[in-house]
């Protein structure tokens, strides 16, 4: 494996093998649904309000470091959108990007602990499949990038990931901070929409690739282009599950309240309606089955429908 990876990262951390990432991805998926909400079973959810917020604040400044990063060693203008070859040498630039591609690689082990707080607050219904595969594959991935390709056409992918994880760990940020902070949070389902627009922007990117010469792997092409895909039609049904079956069952609601109206006021009209002819109703009943004498029926007809004899 090594004879074809970058010469310049074979003595980083975490690169010489793929088996440490991948123990550590396996323990990452086996904790958050087996080991971690068993651990938590019988034990009361830690409040991690404050620890939250210093941990969204740094994952605000990580990403932006991380954005900044790729936009001077690439993405700023020295890179082309359509078809970008790996700089292997040891030129300052290209060495800070594949150094860049590396922290970026680290950054997807420290969101693990965007699972962690779940299990220690026992809000397993938010450890989704989709939670887990997303987070659980990204170091993987992210490795086969850097040791092969830090840098170049499929670094793309980093630069718009991180743009993403500044506005996603803002909304994060700014909800742990209180429940007053909520009316201006509308925007929580546009975050879904943004990590869509992503993915389409990483396939278009990726694929181009297929269809003109450029001197980058094909199959880091095919790589990241359907990871993209992947991650799209994943989180596009867990937008349809959260927002689009959450609007039809609010409509059908409002649709069901309105005929309870509807029908609370036919009643109350008939009821009305009964009080005012009540007693002639009760009485014309009364005469069918006799129970109004006749000597006594004529009196008590006028006198129930206001008359005096």
Not at 64 to 72: A, K, R
Not at 162 to 170: D, L, N, R
Not at 278 to 285: E, H, L, S, T, V
Request: charged residues 20%; aromatic residues 20%.
């Amino acid at each position: 494996m090594d004879n074809k990876s970058d010469p310049r990262v074979n003595d980083w951390p975490m690169m010489s093998g793929p088996f440490s990432t991948l123990a550590i991805c396996l323990f990452y998926a086996y904790f958050a649904k087996v080991l971690g909400p068993k651990l938590m079973e019988n034990r009361k959810p830690f409040d991690l309000r404050k620890v939250m917020i210093w941990y969204n604040l740094f994952q605000v400044i990580f990403s932006t470091w991380l954005f900044n990063e790729s936009l001077v060693s690439g993405w700023g203008g020295r890179y082309s959108f359509r078809c970008q070859p790996v700089d292997y040498s040891n030129d300052p630039i290209a060495l800070r990007m594949a150094r860049g591609c590396w922290w970026y690689y680290i950054s997807k082990f420290i969101e693990f602990t965007d699972t962690i707080f779940f299990v220690l607050r026992k809000k397993n219904d938010h450890i989704s499949t989709l939670h887990v595969i997303h987070h659980g594959c990204m170091p993987m991935s992210v490795w086969f990038g850097v040791k092969f390709t830090p840098g170049g056409h499929s670094s793309f992918f980093g630069f718009v990931n991180t743009f993403v994880h500044i506005v996603m760990y803002s909304y994060y940020l700014l909800t742990a901070l209180g429940p007053q902070i909520q009316p201006y949070l509308w925007w929580k389902k546009y975050l879904t929409t943004l990590q869509m627009i992503q993915f389409v922007l990483v396939m278009v990117h990726a694929f181009q690739l297929l269809f003109i010469d450029c001197n980058y792997p094909k199959a880091f092409v095919w790589w990241i282009g359907m990871h993209a895909v992947m991650f799209y039609f994943l989180f596009r049904d867990f937008y349809n599950e959260a927002y689009k079956k959450k609007n039809l069952k609010n409509a059908v609601g409002k649709q069901r309240n309105e005929k309870e109206r509807n029908v609370f006021k036919d009643q109350g009209d008939i009821k009305e309606n009964i009080n005012e002819k009540g007693a002639i109703y009760a009485n014309q009943y009364k005469i069918a089955t006799g129970y109004i004498s006749d000597s006594g029926l004529r009196n008590r007809v006028f006198i129930n429908r206001g008359f005096d004899e």
